[in-house]
């Protein structure tokens, strides 16, 4: 199957710096991918959609100034998490599908902590 | 957008033993699909279903979606301590939308 590369695997920071996380597809061409955020033992939720060459577009509820959506190339979508509160602190999970109504293939996620 | 309600939240059971979980939706749905989620790991892709009473089989795990396409439920037969995960059903075309989960736990 397809492969999603994320980076890194886990990051901790301090209380208002920014972080960034890529998403990369390997071996494929993604012109969409998505963000996930997931909290400890619970679901994920869709955070916003990464567009290749547009804006992303964000979920209600999901801040577009605090969560910065770059995808700037077919292979490549990034998640800025700026000024992190400890609140942000959260599993952040990518995704790429090859089309519609196909599987989805997930990248490793980051685990963002803040401290 | 459409909500998929999953039960149960937890399900501890003994190795040996089957289980279940199930997924519903008021609304008719599109397609399901299945993941499996590791402990500390990703979401990884197990089965699509998209026709009215379609059940599929992989090995001991058993998929079936409704009649009415407002329900789904995976099934484990003869759990393994390798089968310990949550399992998520979602539905959607690209963007999912996930049920809440259920996280299996095995007594070796």
């Known amino acids: 199957g397809a492969v999603v590369s994320q980076h890194p695997s886990w990051v901790i920071c301090k209380s208002g710096t920014s972080v960034k996380i890529e998403c990369r597809s390997l071996?494929?061409?993604?012109?969409?991918m998505f963000w996930y955020r997931q909290f400890p033992k619970q679901s994920l939720m869709l955070m916003a959609t990464?567009?290749?060459?547009?804006?992303?577009?964000?979920e209600q509820g999901v801040e577009k100034d605090k969560f910065l959506i770059n995808h700037a190339s077919l292979t490549l979508s990034t998640l800025t998490v700026t000024s992190a509160h400890p609140e942000d602190s959260s599993f952040y999970i990518c995704s790429a599908p090859e089309g519609a109504y196909t599987e989805a293939f997930f990248g490793q996620g980051t685990r963002l902590t803040v401290v | 957008g459409q909500q998929v309600m999953q039960i149960p939240q937890y399900q501890h059971v003994q190795e040996g033993e089957d289980f279940t979980t199930y997924c519903n939706s008021s609304t008719t749905l599109s397609n399901i699909q299945w993941y499996k989620q590791r402990p500390g790991g990703h979401p990884v892709f197990l089965i699509q279903l998209v026709k009215s009473g379609e059940v599929k089989k992989q090995k001991r795990l058993t998929f079936q979606f409704g009649e009415a396409k407002k329900n789904s439920s995976l099934h484990i037969t003869a759990t393994q301590t390798t089968d310990v995960g949550t399992y998520f059903c979602a539905q959607g075309a690209q963007k999912l939308v996930f049920g809440q989960g259920t996280r299996l736990t095995i007594n070796p």
């Open positions: 071996d494929f061409q993604a012109t969409t």
């Open positions: 990464s567009n290749e060459g547009s804006k992303a577009t964000y």
